[in-house]
Protein backbone atom coordinates (compact mmCIF):
# COMPACT_ATOMS: atom_id res chain seq x y z
CA UNK A 1 0.00 0.00 0.00
CA UNK A 2 2.99 2.43 1.06
CA UNK A 3 4.16 1.57 -2.54
CA UNK A 4 1.08 2.86 -4.43
CA UNK A 5 1.27 6.03 -2.13
CA UNK A 6 4.71 7.01 -2.60
CA UNK A 7 4.25 5.88 -6.48
CA UNK A 8 1.08 8.42 -6.71
CA UNK A 9 3.11 11.42 -5.04
CA UNK A 10 6.38 10.50 -7.44
CA UNK A 11 4.27 10.76 -10.30
CA UNK A 12 3.02 14.06 -9.54
CA UNK A 13 5.83 15.52 -8.78
CA UNK A 14 7.38 13.94 -12.02
CA UNK A 15 4.15 15.70 -13.73
CA UNK A 16 5.08 18.79 -11.98
CA UNK A 17 8.05 18.75 -13.91
CA UNK A 18 7.65 18.16 -17.15
CA UNK A 19 4.67 20.52 -16.82
CA UNK A 20 7.58 23.35 -16.21
CA UNK A 21 9.58 21.55 -18.96
CA UNK A 22 6.36 21.90 -21.22
CA UNK A 23 6.07 25.72 -20.16
CA UNK A 24 9.52 26.25 -22.67
CA UNK A 25 9.29 23.54 -25.29
CA UNK A 26 6.20 24.99 -26.48
CA UNK A 27 7.45 28.14 -28.32
CA UNK A 28 10.39 26.52 -28.99
CA UNK A 29 9.96 22.92 -30.51
CA UNK A 30 6.91 20.76 -31.20
CA UNK A 31 8.78 17.31 -31.13
CA UNK A 32 9.83 17.91 -27.76
CA UNK A 33 6.02 19.18 -26.35
CA UNK A 34 4.93 16.21 -27.75
CA UNK A 35 6.97 13.97 -25.93
CA UNK A 36 6.42 16.30 -23.18
CA UNK A 37 2.69 15.70 -23.05
CA UNK A 38 2.66 11.89 -24.16
CA UNK A 39 4.81 11.35 -20.96
CA UNK A 40 2.76 13.45 -19.18
CA UNK A 41 -0.35 11.14 -20.57
CA UNK A 42 1.43 8.20 -19.07
CA UNK A 43 2.16 9.34 -15.57
CA UNK A 44 -0.78 10.57 -15.28
CA UNK A 45 -2.84 7.52 -16.53
CA UNK A 46 -0.20 5.27 -13.80
CA UNK A 47 -0.69 7.55 -10.94
CA UNK A 48 -3.32 5.89 -9.88
CA UNK A 49 -5.81 7.95 -7.20
CA UNK A 50 -8.01 8.24 -9.62
CA UNK A 51 -11.14 8.46 -6.68
CA UNK A 52 -9.42 12.27 -6.48
CA UNK A 53 -8.57 12.69 -10.48
CA UNK A 54 -12.51 11.97 -10.92
CA UNK A 55 -13.33 14.79 -8.66
CA UNK A 56 -11.66 17.06 -10.19
CA UNK A 57 -12.69 16.47 -13.22
CA UNK A 58 -16.57 16.33 -12.40
CA UNK A 59 -16.14 19.59 -10.29
CA UNK A 60 -14.69 21.13 -12.97
CA UNK A 61 -17.36 22.42 -15.50
CA UNK A 62 -14.81 22.98 -17.85
CA UNK A 63 -13.14 19.61 -18.05
CA UNK A 64 -16.48 18.42 -18.75
CA UNK A 65 -16.88 21.08 -21.45
CA UNK A 66 -13.46 20.29 -22.82
CA UNK A 67 -14.64 16.27 -22.75
CA UNK A 68 -18.01 16.82 -24.51
CA UNK A 69 -16.82 18.93 -27.39
CA UNK A 70 -13.96 16.48 -28.39
CA UNK A 71 -16.57 13.61 -27.84
CA UNK A 72 -18.94 15.37 -30.40
CA UNK A 73 -16.52 16.12 -32.58
CA UNK A 74 -15.28 12.53 -32.59
CA UNK A 75 -18.80 11.74 -33.36
CA UNK A 76 -18.90 14.09 -36.34
CA UNK A 77 -17.33 10.66 -38.05
CA UNK A 78 -20.61 9.08 -38.31
CA UNK A 79 -21.60 11.47 -40.76
CA UNK A 80 -18.23 12.65 -41.97
CA UNK A 81 -15.72 10.81 -43.26
CA UNK A 82 -12.60 8.89 -41.78
CA UNK A 83 -9.30 10.51 -43.71
CA UNK A 84 -6.11 12.44 -43.15
CA UNK A 85 -8.22 15.05 -42.67
CA UNK A 86 -10.02 13.95 -40.30
CA UNK A 87 -7.13 11.98 -38.13
CA UNK A 88 -5.00 15.15 -38.42
CA UNK A 89 -7.91 17.71 -37.05
CA UNK A 90 -9.18 14.60 -34.24
CA UNK A 91 -5.46 14.39 -33.17
CA UNK A 92 -5.41 18.32 -32.56
CA UNK A 93 -8.63 18.91 -30.98
CA UNK A 94 -7.16 15.90 -28.65
CA UNK A 95 -4.59 18.22 -27.38
CA UNK A 96 -7.37 20.44 -25.69
CA UNK A 97 -7.78 17.28 -23.32
CA UNK A 98 -4.28 17.94 -21.76
CA UNK A 99 -6.49 20.78 -20.06
CA UNK A 100 -8.59 18.49 -17.70
CA UNK A 101 -5.36 16.09 -17.14
CA UNK A 102 -3.49 19.15 -15.71
CA UNK A 103 -6.50 20.35 -13.36
CA UNK A 104 -6.46 17.00 -11.89
CA UNK A 105 -3.27 16.44 -11.43
CA UNK A 106 -2.97 17.82 -8.30
CA UNK A 107 0.09 20.37 -9.19
CA UNK A 108 2.03 22.62 -6.20
CA UNK A 109 1.95 26.33 -6.76
CA UNK A 110 5.75 26.24 -7.22
CA UNK A 111 5.58 24.01 -10.86
CA UNK A 112 2.74 26.32 -11.58
CA UNK A 113 4.98 29.04 -10.90
CA UNK A 114 8.21 27.44 -12.47
CA UNK A 115 6.21 26.60 -15.27
CA UNK A 116 5.40 30.20 -16.18
CA UNK A 117 8.65 31.04 -15.87
CA UNK A 118 9.82 28.35 -18.22
CA UNK A 119 7.40 29.50 -20.62
CA UNK A 120 8.64 33.22 -20.57
CA UNK A 121 11.81 32.25 -21.09
CA UNK A 122 11.22 30.17 -23.95
CA UNK A 123 9.12 33.13 -25.52
CA UNK A 124 12.19 35.29 -24.85
CA UNK A 125 14.52 32.99 -26.62
CA UNK A 126 11.92 32.56 -29.65
CA UNK A 127 11.58 36.31 -29.55
CA UNK A 128 15.14 37.04 -29.39
CA UNK A 129 15.83 35.10 -32.10
CA UNK A 130 13.16 36.61 -34.55
CA UNK A 131 14.50 39.99 -33.75
CA UNK A 132 17.93 38.90 -34.78
CA UNK A 133 15.95 37.81 -38.19
CA UNK A 134 15.12 41.34 -38.47
CA UNK A 135 18.24 42.86 -37.80
CA UNK A 136 19.80 41.10 -39.83
CA UNK A 137 22.02 38.79 -36.82
CA UNK A 138 21.32 35.53 -38.73
CA UNK A 139 18.65 34.33 -41.55
CA UNK A 140 15.41 31.80 -40.86
CA UNK A 141 14.56 29.73 -44.35
CA UNK A 142 10.56 31.17 -43.68
CA UNK A 143 8.12 29.44 -46.32
CA UNK A 144 5.50 32.17 -45.68
CA UNK A 145 7.30 34.75 -47.07
CA UNK A 146 10.01 33.69 -49.29
CA UNK A 147 10.93 36.78 -50.52
CA UNK A 148 9.99 39.35 -47.13
CA UNK A 149 12.27 39.62 -44.16
CA UNK A 150 10.37 38.38 -41.57
CA UNK A 151 10.69 38.05 -38.20
CA UNK A 152 10.30 34.73 -37.09
CA UNK A 153 12.09 31.86 -34.97
CA UNK A 154 10.86 28.90 -34.04
CA UNK A 155 7.21 29.68 -34.61
CA UNK A 156 5.49 30.54 -37.34
CA UNK A 157 3.95 34.20 -37.43
CA UNK A 158 0.47 32.78 -36.12
CA UNK A 159 1.62 31.44 -33.16
CA UNK A 160 4.38 34.06 -32.98
CA UNK A 161 2.11 36.50 -32.34
CA UNK A 162 -0.36 34.88 -29.88
CA UNK A 163 2.12 33.86 -27.69
CA UNK A 164 4.01 37.62 -27.46
CA UNK A 165 0.58 38.95 -27.20
CA UNK A 166 -0.43 36.58 -23.84
CA UNK A 167 3.11 37.69 -22.31
CA UNK A 168 2.93 41.31 -22.77
CA UNK A 169 -0.83 41.23 -21.60
CA UNK A 170 0.41 39.08 -18.60
CA UNK A 171 3.25 41.54 -17.88
CA UNK A 172 1.46 44.44 -18.46
CA UNK A 173 -1.42 43.43 -15.73
CA UNK A 174 1.51 42.46 -13.39
CA UNK A 175 3.65 45.48 -13.52
CA UNK A 176 0.39 47.93 -13.01
CA UNK A 177 -0.93 45.89 -10.18
CA UNK A 178 2.27 44.68 -8.24
CA UNK A 179 5.08 47.21 -8.99
CA UNK A 180 4.84 49.10 -5.69
CA UNK A 181 5.52 45.52 -3.84
CA UNK A 182 8.92 44.62 -6.48
CA UNK A 183 12.54 45.92 -5.72
CA UNK A 184 13.32 49.01 -8.09
CA UNK A 185 15.57 46.35 -10.15
CA UNK A 186 13.04 44.17 -10.51
CA UNK A 187 10.55 46.80 -11.62
CA UNK A 188 12.97 47.68 -13.71
CA UNK A 189 13.57 44.12 -15.10
CA UNK A 190 10.10 43.99 -16.26
CA UNK A 191 9.71 46.38 -17.56
CA UNK A 192 12.37 46.26 -19.93
CA UNK A 193 11.28 42.76 -20.51
CA UNK A 194 7.48 44.22 -21.69
CA UNK A 195 9.03 46.38 -23.75
CA UNK A 196 11.13 43.69 -25.94
CA UNK A 197 7.93 41.45 -26.03
CA UNK A 198 5.98 44.36 -27.46
CA UNK A 199 8.67 45.36 -29.83
CA UNK A 200 8.97 41.72 -30.87
CA UNK A 201 5.33 41.68 -31.27
CA UNK A 202 4.81 44.77 -33.77
CA UNK A 203 7.73 43.55 -35.75
CA UNK A 204 6.75 40.35 -36.30
CA UNK A 205 4.01 39.29 -39.25
CA UNK A 206 1.24 38.36 -36.71
CA UNK A 207 -1.60 41.18 -37.12
CA UNK A 208 -4.39 38.71 -35.56
CA UNK A 209 -1.87 38.78 -32.24
CA UNK A 210 -1.46 42.64 -32.63
CA UNK A 211 -5.04 43.66 -33.36
CA UNK A 212 -6.01 41.79 -29.80
CA UNK A 213 -2.99 43.24 -27.91
CA UNK A 214 -4.57 46.39 -28.66
CA UNK A 215 -7.90 45.64 -28.22
CA UNK A 216 -7.38 43.54 -25.25
CA UNK A 217 -4.52 46.29 -23.15
CA UNK A 218 -7.21 49.39 -24.06
CA UNK A 219 -10.13 47.54 -22.42
CA UNK A 220 -8.05 46.31 -19.60
CA UNK A 221 -6.48 49.86 -19.35
CA UNK A 222 -10.19 51.78 -18.85
CA UNK A 223 -10.95 49.46 -16.55
CA UNK A 224 -7.59 49.42 -14.73
CA UNK A 225 -7.71 53.33 -14.20
CA UNK A 226 -12.01 54.32 -14.66
CA UNK A 227 -11.55 55.47 -11.07
CA UNK A 228 -8.41 57.62 -11.98
CA UNK A 229 -8.57 59.88 -13.93
CA UNK A 230 -5.47 61.60 -13.99
CA UNK A 231 -3.70 58.31 -14.66
CA UNK A 232 -6.61 57.86 -17.48
CA UNK A 233 -4.97 60.59 -18.95
CA UNK A 234 -1.50 59.83 -18.73
CA UNK A 235 -2.48 56.13 -20.43
CA UNK A 236 -4.39 58.05 -23.25
CA UNK A 237 -1.22 60.39 -24.05
CA UNK A 238 1.24 57.02 -24.00
CA UNK A 239 -1.12 55.15 -26.18
CA UNK A 240 -1.57 58.09 -28.59
CA UNK A 241 1.99 58.26 -29.04
CA UNK A 242 2.50 54.56 -29.24
CA UNK A 243 -0.32 54.59 -32.00
CA UNK A 244 1.11 57.53 -33.97
CA UNK A 245 4.61 56.08 -34.36
CA UNK A 246 2.92 52.79 -35.39
CA UNK A 247 0.49 54.69 -37.65
CA UNK A 248 2.77 57.36 -39.07
CA UNK A 249 6.59 55.39 -39.43
CA UNK A 250 7.04 52.94 -41.86
CA UNK A 251 7.41 49.69 -39.81
CA UNK A 252 6.05 45.89 -40.46
CA UNK A 253 2.86 46.88 -38.77
CA UNK A 254 1.81 49.50 -40.37
CA UNK A 255 2.64 48.05 -43.93
CA UNK A 256 0.72 44.62 -43.08
CA UNK A 257 -2.27 46.78 -42.03
CA UNK A 258 -2.11 48.56 -45.51
CA UNK A 259 -1.66 45.61 -47.12
CA UNK A 260 -4.68 44.37 -45.68
CA UNK A 261 -7.12 47.13 -46.46
CA UNK A 262 -5.00 46.94 -50.13
CA UNK A 263 -6.51 43.21 -50.29
CA UNK A 264 -9.60 43.43 -49.05
CA UNK A 265 -10.84 46.25 -51.70
CA UNK A 266 -8.66 43.95 -54.29
CA UNK A 267 -10.83 41.12 -53.75
CA UNK A 268 -14.53 42.54 -54.12
CA UNK A 269 -12.79 44.34 -57.64
CA UNK A 270 -11.67 40.95 -58.69
CA UNK A 271 -15.33 39.48 -57.46
CA UNK A 272 -16.83 42.43 -59.61
CA UNK A 273 -14.72 41.75 -63.15
CA UNK A 274 -14.49 38.07 -62.28
CA UNK A 275 -17.29 37.43 -65.06
CA UNK A 276 -14.70 39.68 -67.86
CA UNK A 277 -11.10 38.41 -66.23
CA UNK A 278 -11.36 35.14 -64.54
CA UNK A 279 -8.93 36.39 -62.63
CA UNK A 280 -8.89 35.63 -59.07
CA UNK A 281 -7.27 37.00 -55.65
CA UNK A 282 -3.84 35.87 -54.55
CA UNK A 283 -3.72 37.03 -51.10
CA UNK A 284 -4.04 36.06 -47.62
CA UNK A 285 -6.97 38.44 -46.58
CA UNK A 286 -8.52 37.43 -50.29
CA UNK A 287 -8.39 34.02 -49.66
CA UNK A 288 -10.11 33.87 -46.57
CA UNK A 289 -13.16 36.10 -47.63
CA UNK A 290 -13.15 33.49 -50.64
CA UNK A 291 -13.73 30.57 -48.15
CA UNK A 292 -16.31 33.17 -46.17
CA UNK A 293 -17.99 33.07 -49.28
CA UNK A 294 -17.82 29.93 -50.72
CA UNK A 295 -17.70 27.79 -47.23
CA UNK A 296 -21.08 29.92 -46.06
CA UNK A 297 -23.30 28.21 -48.85
CA UNK A 298 -21.72 24.76 -47.08
CA UNK A 299 -23.22 26.11 -43.35
CA UNK A 300 -26.27 26.71 -45.55
CA UNK A 301 -26.81 23.86 -46.19
CA UNK A 302 -25.82 21.98 -43.11
CA UNK A 303 -27.26 24.36 -40.54
CA UNK A 304 -27.47 22.12 -37.51
CA UNK A 305 -24.98 19.17 -37.75
CA UNK A 306 -22.43 20.52 -40.50
CA UNK A 307 -20.95 18.24 -42.91
CA UNK A 308 -19.36 15.79 -40.83
CA UNK A 309 -15.74 15.38 -39.27
CA UNK A 310 -13.13 15.40 -42.03
CA UNK A 311 -15.10 16.12 -45.08
CA UNK A 312 -15.71 20.01 -44.89
CA UNK A 313 -12.65 20.15 -47.71
CA UNK A 314 -14.06 17.57 -49.73
CA UNK A 315 -17.26 19.44 -50.02
CA UNK A 316 -15.54 22.62 -50.56
CA UNK A 317 -14.89 21.06 -54.03
CA UNK A 318 -18.06 20.11 -55.09
CA UNK A 319 -19.62 23.31 -54.62
CA UNK A 320 -21.55 24.70 -57.25
CA UNK A 321 -20.70 27.93 -58.76
CA UNK A 322 -17.90 28.81 -55.94
CA UNK A 323 -16.38 32.12 -55.98
CA UNK A 324 -12.89 32.04 -57.44
CA UNK A 325 -13.04 28.59 -58.23
CA UNK A 326 -8.93 28.47 -59.10
CA UNK A 327 -8.25 28.81 -55.07
CA UNK A 328 -7.07 25.68 -53.62
CA UNK A 329 -9.22 24.50 -51.01
CA UNK A 330 -8.08 24.05 -47.85
CA UNK A 331 -9.56 25.21 -43.78
CA UNK A 332 -11.57 28.63 -44.17
CA UNK A 333 -8.63 30.45 -41.45
CA UNK A 334 -11.68 30.86 -39.10
CA UNK A 335 -12.26 28.84 -35.86
CA UNK A 336 -15.72 29.97 -36.15
CA UNK A 337 -16.49 28.68 -39.55
CA UNK A 338 -14.34 25.61 -39.38
CA UNK A 339 -16.42 24.30 -36.31
CA UNK A 340 -19.90 25.31 -38.15
CA UNK A 341 -18.65 23.58 -41.94
CA UNK A 342 -17.49 20.22 -39.88
CA UNK A 343 -20.55 19.74 -36.85
CA UNK A 344 -22.53 22.50 -37.56
CA UNK A 345 -24.46 25.10 -35.16
CA UNK A 346 -24.26 22.16 -31.95
CA UNK A 347 -20.75 21.68 -32.24
CA UNK A 348 -20.32 25.44 -32.21
CA UNK A 349 -22.46 25.35 -28.93
CA UNK A 350 -20.05 22.92 -27.60
CA UNK A 351 -17.08 24.80 -28.56
CA UNK A 352 -18.31 28.10 -27.11
CA UNK A 353 -19.63 26.10 -24.02
CA UNK A 354 -15.83 25.62 -23.25
CA UNK A 355 -15.01 29.53 -22.61
CA UNK A 356 -18.79 30.13 -20.84
CA UNK A 357 -17.52 26.91 -18.54
CA UNK A 358 -13.93 28.30 -18.00
CA UNK A 359 -15.46 31.92 -17.13
CA UNK A 360 -17.50 29.69 -14.48
CA UNK A 361 -14.70 27.66 -13.32
CA UNK A 362 -11.96 30.66 -13.06
CA UNK A 363 -14.79 33.13 -11.21
CA UNK A 364 -15.07 30.18 -8.19
CA UNK A 365 -11.98 30.68 -7.33
CA UNK A 366 -10.32 32.47 -4.19
CA UNK A 367 -8.15 34.59 -6.22
CA UNK A 368 -9.99 35.61 -8.89
CA UNK A 369 -11.21 39.18 -7.99
CA UNK A 370 -7.23 39.63 -5.98
CA UNK A 371 -5.23 42.00 -8.76
CA UNK A 372 -3.42 40.04 -11.16
CA UNK A 373 -5.88 37.35 -11.25
CA UNK A 374 -7.70 38.90 -13.75
CA UNK A 375 -6.12 37.94 -15.80
CA UNK A 376 -7.78 34.58 -15.97
CA UNK A 377 -10.92 36.69 -17.19
CA UNK A 378 -8.62 38.04 -20.19
CA UNK A 379 -7.64 34.70 -21.65
CA UNK A 380 -10.42 33.44 -22.95
CA UNK A 381 -11.32 36.68 -24.80
CA UNK A 382 -7.85 36.66 -26.29
CA UNK A 383 -8.81 33.30 -27.72
CA UNK A 384 -12.12 34.34 -29.00
CA UNK A 385 -10.96 37.01 -30.77
CA UNK A 386 -7.75 35.47 -32.58
CA UNK A 387 -10.23 32.24 -33.56
CA UNK A 388 -11.82 34.73 -36.30
CA UNK A 389 -8.89 35.26 -38.21
CA UNK A 390 -7.56 31.77 -38.23
CA UNK A 391 -8.22 28.10 -36.97
CA UNK A 392 -5.90 28.74 -34.02
CA UNK A 393 -7.92 25.84 -32.14
CA UNK A 394 -6.79 23.43 -34.25
CA UNK A 395 -3.37 24.21 -34.83
CA UNK A 396 -1.21 22.40 -32.45
CA UNK A 397 0.85 25.20 -30.60
CA UNK A 398 -2.23 27.41 -29.96
CA UNK A 399 -4.09 24.21 -29.24
CA UNK A 400 -1.68 23.07 -26.89
CA UNK A 401 -0.93 26.57 -25.71
CA UNK A 402 -4.43 27.23 -24.93
CA UNK A 403 -4.47 23.81 -22.93
CA UNK A 404 -1.65 24.59 -20.73
CA UNK A 405 -3.13 28.23 -19.54
CA UNK A 406 -6.59 27.27 -18.98
CA UNK A 407 -5.53 24.20 -17.04
CA UNK A 408 -3.25 26.27 -14.70
CA UNK A 409 -5.83 29.04 -14.31
CA UNK A 410 -8.15 26.82 -13.62
CA UNK A 411 -6.21 25.61 -10.32
CA UNK A 412 -7.42 27.00 -7.19
CA UNK A 413 -5.00 27.08 -5.37
CA UNK A 414 -2.92 28.92 -7.28
CA UNK A 415 -2.22 32.90 -6.80
CA UNK A 416 -0.55 34.64 -9.69
CA UNK A 417 -0.07 37.75 -7.47
CA UNK A 418 2.94 36.00 -6.36
CA UNK A 419 4.82 34.63 -9.54
CA UNK A 420 7.47 36.86 -8.36
CA UNK A 421 6.70 37.56 -4.88
CA UNK A 422 7.43 35.33 -2.19
CA UNK A 423 4.71 33.32 -0.77
CA UNK A 424 5.92 33.22 2.83
CA UNK A 425 5.22 37.03 2.65
CA UNK A 426 2.05 37.49 1.00
CA UNK A 427 0.92 40.97 -0.20
CA UNK A 428 -1.27 43.17 1.79
Given at each position: ???????????????????????????????????????????????????????????????????????????????????????????????????????????????????????????????????????????????????????????????????????????????????????????????????????????????????????????????????????????????????????????????????????????????????????????????????????????????????????????????????????????????????????????????????????????????????????????PFVFLLMCFTDEYLVRHNPSLFFSFITGLFCLKKVDLNLLFISSKKPPQ
Open positions: MSFFCNWTEKTNQIIGCLVVLLGFSLSISVYLSDVVVLLIVFFWLTGGNWNSKWKSFSSSKFSVSVFLFFCFYCLGLLWGELNDDSVRWIQKQALLLLAPILISSQLKPIYVKCAFFSLFFGVFINAFVALGVFVGLWNVDYHHYTNELVAVGFLDHFDHSLFLCFCSLFLMVFILYKSKQLSFSLNVFLCFFFLFLCISLFLSHGRAGQYVFLIVSVSFLIYYFKYNLRGLLVVAMVLGIALGFLFFTKNPFKIRLNQALQEYNEFFLLLNDWDKKKVGPRSAVGNRLTYLFNYGKLVKENVFFGVGTGKSIKEYNNIKNRVFPGITARPPHNNYLFVLLEVGLLGLLFWLLMFFCYLLDVWKSCFLFRDVNIIRLLI
